[in-house]
C-alpha cells in the first residue's frame, strides 16, 4: 500500500512538472522537491537506479545536487560513465529541464534497451550549477562570477564542488550544456577539442568522432545544428576547453539558441539536449553500429525525397 502511495503522489508531481516545463523554468525547491520524489519511487521498474548526492552549496547556501542514474545490480566502476554538467548560467534553461525530464524517462522506462543502456553507462548529471543565477533568471552567480570563467582558478564554491564531484567519478566523457544568450541568434552548435588545441590527438580525434555521430543523430530529429573544433591555444577557463586539454577527458559544449520565435520553444531545445546527450551514452555503450545506421537511413530517406520533389519542379 505504501508504495501504492508514493508511487501515485510522485506520478501526481511528475506529471504537474512536465506540463509546467514547456511555460517556465523549475526553481531550484521545486527540481529538488522533483529529485526527491523519484528518487523515492519504488515502482518495481527502476527502483534504485536514481541516487541523489549533494556535491555542496551556492554562495547563497543552495544545494547542489548530484545526480546518479546507473543500474543498482552494476558496479558504478565496471561502467562507462559520463558526466553532464547543467546551468552554469543561471539564465538558460533549457539544460536543466532537459535533464529533468531525462531522468524521469530513464528511471521509469520499461524498455530493455534502457535497461540494457544503464548496465553499461552510468550517468553523473549536475542538473542546476549556478542555483542562484537560475532562481533569479540571472548569468552569474551571487558573487557576481561567471561560473564558466572559473575552471582555472576554481574561485566559486559551485565550480570547487563540481570539480571535485568529476574528479571523484573520473568519466571517461563530459557534457557542458549551455544556451546562447538571448540577444544572440546565431545557430544551435556543438563544439569539442580540435587537433591543435592542446589535447592529445586520441582525445581529440575521438571527440570529432563522437561529435559527427551527435550531429547526424540530431538530424534524423530534422534539427539542424552547427559543429565546431577548438583549434586555437587560448588559457582553458571554459568547461569544455579545461577538460580536455588537462585533464583528458572527451567533452563537449552544447549551445542552444534562445532567441527570437525559439524563446517559446524550449520543448524543441530540451529535445535538443537530451538526444545529444543520449547519442554518446549509446555509443559508449557500444552501439555505434545503431547510430551509424540510423543516420544512414536517414540520408537514404532524405535522398529519396529531395530527388522527387526535384522531379516534381522539372515537371
Not at 6 to 22: P, R, V, Y
Not at 98 to 110: E, H, N, P, R, Y
Amino acid at each position: 500500500m505504501r508504495r501504492a502511495v508514493l508511487f501515485s503522489l510522485a506520478l501526481a508531481f511528475l506529471l504537474g512538472s512536465s506540463l509546467c516545463a514547456a511555460t517556465q523554468p523549475t526553481s531550484h525547491k521545486d527540481m529538488m522537491s522533483l529529485l526527491t520524489s523519484v528518487e523515492l519511487v519504488d515502482n518495481g521498474i527502476g527502483h534504485g537506479r536514481m541516487s541523489v548526492i549533494s556535491i555542496g552549496k551556492s554562495v547563497q547556501g543552495r544545494e547542489i545536487p548530484l545526480v546518479v542514474l546507473a543500474d543498482p545490480k552494476v558496479p558504478l566502476a565496471d561502467t562507462r560513465r559520463m558526466f553532464i554538467i547543467c546551468r552554469q548560467h543561471g539564465d538558460e534553461p533549457a539544460s536543466t529541464e532537459a535533464m529533468l525530464k531525462l531522468i524521469q524517462d530513464l528511471v521509469f522506462s520499461g524498455s530493455e534497451q534502457d535497461a540494457d543502456l544503464l548496465r553499461k553507462v552510468s550517468f553523473f548529471m549536475v542538473p542546476m550549477t549556478n542555483p542562484d543565477g537560475a532562481d533569479r533568471s540571472q548569468r552569474r552567480n551571487s558573487n557576481g562570477a561567471d561560473l564558466n570563467r572559473d575552471w582555472l582558478t576554481r574561485g566559486q564554491p559551485e565550480i570547487k564542488a563540481v570539480r571535485a564531484a568529476i574528479d571523484s567519478v573520473d568519466p571517461e566523457v563530459v557534457i557542458d550544456q549551455h544556451e546562447l544568450s538571448p540577444s544572440n541568434r546565431g545557430p544551435d552548435y556543438l563544439q569539442c577539442a580540435g587537433s591543435t588545441c592542446g589535447a592529445s590527438q586520441d582525445v581529440a580525434e575521438e571527440s570529432v568522432h563522437i561529435q559527427s555521430l551527435i550531429v547526424g543523430m540530431l538530424n534524423t530529429h530534422d534539427m539542424e545544428v552547427s559543429s565546431y573544433q577548438i583549434h586555437d591555444q587560448s588559457p582553458a577557463r571554459l568547461a569544455h576547453r579545461y577538460f580536455p586539454i588537462h585533464a583528458g577527458r572527451k567533452t563537449f559544449l552544447f549551445e542552444t539558441r534562445q532567441a527570437g520565435a525559439r524563446s517559446d520553444q524550449l520543448d524543441y531545445r530540451m529535445s535538443l539536449h537530451i538526444i545529444g546527450s543520449m547519442t554518446i551514452a549509446k555509443y559508449l555503450a557500444g552501439r555505434e553500429n545503431e547510430l551509424v545506421q540510423r543516420i544512414a537511413e536517414w540520408r537514404t530517406r532524405r535522398q529519396v525525397l529531395l530527388a522527387s520533389r526535384k522531379k516534381q519542379r522539372k515537371r
